[in-house]
């Protein structure tokens, strides 16, 4: 791991942004929501907050094929390689624009996810937000599809249980769209716990009430759909609620955040209306949620988010929520 500055000490600790100028390199097309633009809005937005002095800006690593191989099959990844490198538009397994450099962003994104979480166990940052791209929670184990090539938030559960021991692990996200790939990742599984709320009916189709998980993940997974129009009622409500009250009982180990700004009044692809004070509320609750189950150990990644104002400004009340907590605000 290398990191562009030293690390903070126990006494002032402070909050990791995982980023690096790579992720402007994954190309999607002209016009497309997805763009660099989005990076370098939020990072012009952290740079230019007045809490930026509270940020340990760390770069990230590619992942290795082991750490996919965690939670994705081999064939695709070969696939996706192949795909990229062959010069392909389109990941040939779904709606997943590529350009040259896209292999090598998406193993940086993944493998940036696996930093955060060596910082954040490590206690050499309070806590860490990701700048990734391309982002990652609709990536199934053998498909690409969403924007998405391989789940970053996947990888890290994985990768902080097998390599930092971590036992339980709870993503939650409030993307407005159903992370459907982080969900097929965890199904059976009873050591992750998935919580999600969501545009309902809306891409990719997937996150009904009754999709609870199965066998021995049988009631780790927790969707909660709500219609076009929904907001803080409805999306705090259901975290401050019934997302509370489950954590507590399976009290995970880690937390991480699918941080989808695309639930944001105004995005272009999603018809929910949070404003930039619920995305910093949501962020409190879910420290509070780390400090008391998981000794204060939290990783956000960022997912959607299209409207570029609405991005920059929703990403810097997450982080600031993020930093004031790591100074004892």
């Not at 790579?22 to 999607?28: A, G, L, Q, S, V």
Request: proline share 4%; charged share 20%.
């Amino acid at each position: 791991m290398i990191q562009e500055s030293s690390t903070a000490t126990s006494i002032d600790l402070k909050t990791g942004i995982v980023h690096a100028d790579i992720f402007t390199e994954h190309d999607t097309g002209f016009g497309h929501p997805e763009s660099p633009a989005r990076y370098v809005v939020i990072i012009d937005h952290l740079r230019n907050a007045d809490y930026a002095h509270r940020l340990e800006w760390l770069a990230p690593r590619p992942a290795n094929r082991e750490d996919l191989l965690r939670c994705h099959l081999g064939g695709y990844i070969d696939l996706a390689r192949r795909d990229i490198q062959g010069g392909g538009a389109y990941l040939s397994t779904g709606d997943t624009s590529i350009g040259p450099r896209s292999w090598d962003t998406s193993l940086m994104a993944a493998g940036g996810a696996c930093v955060a979480v060596d910082v954040v166990v490590q206690r050499s940052v309070k806590n860490a937000f990701c700048v990734l791209r391309p982002p990652g929670h609709h990536a199934t184990p053998g498909r690409g599809m969403g924007f998405c090539v391989f789940n970053n938030t996947a990888v890290a559960a994985r990768y902080a249980q097998q390599c930092h021991g971590i036992g339980k692990v709870l993503v939650a996200d409030w993307d407005v769209h159903h992370g459907n790939g982080t969900q097929d990742a965890f199904y059976e599984d009873d050591s992750v716990f998935v919580f999600s709320t969501h545009q309902w009916p809306w891409y990719p189709g997937t996150g009904a009430r009754d999709e609870t998980g199965y066998g021995r993940g049988l009631g780790t997974t927790m969707n909660r759909p709500f219609p076009e129009g929904s907001g803080r009622k409805e999306v705090f409500g259901a975290f401050a609620g019934e997302l509370l009250d489950a954590a507590r009982r399976f009290k995970p180990e880690l937390v991480l955040i699918s941080a989808g700004f695309d639930s944001r009044d105004g995005d272009p692809l999603g018809g929910f209306h949070l404003e930039d004070e619920d995305f910093a509320d949501l962020t409190r609750l879910m420290l509070d949620l780390a400090d008391e189950c998981a000794e204060g150990r939290l990783v956000s990644l960022l997912e959607g988010g299209y409207e570029l104002h609405g991005l920059g400004s929703s990403a810097r009340a997450h982080c600031g929520a993020l930093a004031n907590h790591a100074a004892g605000d």
